[in-house]
């Protein structure tokens, strides 16, 4: 866990906050110039401000000030990391992980407008710790009086004020400093960021998403998902029952066995929230993963957390994706490239060579759907592979429209499953599920 800071939550506040960053990069900026040209070199402007301490020093401020400033940065980090310089694209990928918390004052001030005066006479226990920080808001453990182990979902002050005005302050940031490529085209992934943090900072359209999640999953054993506490949720608060499982990612030395069923049960899950459902968690995290072993007498339960990055997928979409990934399992590059401008990877407009290297790039992804019998995540070097080729792609041919942020969220979900199957060293048998269950 990061340490306390306050959030900044009036807008002149969070404005001061990315002046003093601009001030600092150029303050450095000038001082490394000038130290290379003491030494006789002739720097580049891109040089002088993409060094490791301004790096470090963007991150530190995005992620104190939380909130739409700290998505931007995940985001960048997330969809266009390949381009970017490494030093820059190894600390904003510090984002993904905790914020800094907030202190306890704060904390207190949140739930007092949320519950009122008086709130904490509700609770045997209300740890101001967190359990974890993250762009919106914090998670607390308490116990009620009645005896009900919760987790509070606490926002951040300011953060639904700002989320407009941080973007585009961010935005003018990077590009004042020229901390992206040229080439890249970030106006649809800012535009993105603000619609989703609109959403995600609306803790009872959270509550609902969850609570349909859970109607979608019924009485399946494998899975479990908080439950919502009405009474105690509001736009700012969520309250839900506890799931102390532990993190999924410590399984990796249990049985092989069980690492595989769990990949193929989340593997399964992804492919009904995509292709069935329409409703898809599309952050995947490994934190947002957990498991709760077995009593001997029923299987351990994988536990679901966190659905504010939860989308819906209108039907047209997830026939697209699911022909997508039926035309990479048959291997027939034709219908890949049909299946990937229907999903909205490619435009009419897009070179030859552009068009080649995404289907190239897709028939790499999928993989998996190809291989006989089981595929051995943990002996892949897929993603290594599939990161390369995107970036090569790029720096090739200077083309820098992203994908639509729908599919770029898509990308989020099954490149996530990737990293966590690789990490459980788990053995799937992918053809046989998509064949099970979107053929």
Known sequence: MAPERPVPAS?????????????????????????????????????????????????????????????????????????????????????????????????????????????????????????????????????????????????????????????????????????????????????????????????????????????????????????????????????????????IETLKEAPSAQRNRIATALLDLALREVTQWGLVQTDPNFANYRYADGDGQTQGRIQLLDFGAARDYPLAAREAFRDLLLAGMAGDLGTVERAAVAVGYLAPEDPLAYRRGIVELVYAATEPARAPGGYHFGRSDLARRVAEKAMDLRLKERFGRLPPPAVLFLHRKLGGLYLLFSHLRAEVRVAERLSSLIT
Do not use: C
């Not at 959403?199 to 919502?228: M, T």
């Open 11 to 247: 807008r002149l506040e969070r404005l001061m906050h990315l002046g003093r960053l601009a001030g600092g990069i150029a303050g450095a900026a000038l001082g490394e110039g000038a130290r290379q040209l003491a030494q006789g070199r002739r720097p580049s402007l891109g040089d002088l401000l993409l060094t490791p301490a301004n790096a470090h020093r963007l991150a530190e401020r995005l992620s104190e000030m939380r909130g739409a400033a700290m998505k931007v940065g995940q985001l960048l980090s997330m969809e266009a990391g390949e381009v970017l310089q490494p030093e820059l694209s190894r600390v904003l990928d510090r984002l993904r992980g905790d914020a800094h918390a907030m202190p306890l004052g704060q904390v207190a001030q949140v739930l007092t407008r949320a519950w009122g005066t008086g709130w904490e006479r509700r609770f045997k226990r209300f740890s101001f710790t967190p359990l974890a920080a993250a762009s919106i808001g914090q998670v607390h453990e308490a116990i009620t009086r009645d005896g009900q182990h919760l987790a509070i979902k606490v926002q951040y002050p300011g953060v639904r004020r700002s989320i407009d005005s941080d973007v585009d302050n961010v935005a003018s940031l990077l590009n004042l400093f020229r901390l992206v490529p040229q080439e890249i085209d970030l106006q649809p992934l800012l535009t993105e960021a603000k619609r989703q943090l609109h959403q995600e900072a609306d803790y009872l359209r959270e509550a609902a998403l969850l609570s349909r999640f859970a109607g979608h999953l019924g009485d399946d054993p494998q899975f479990e998902v908080p439950r919502v506490l009405p009474d105690l949720t509001t736009p700012e608060v969520l309250a839900m029952t506890f799931l102390g499982g532990r993190p």
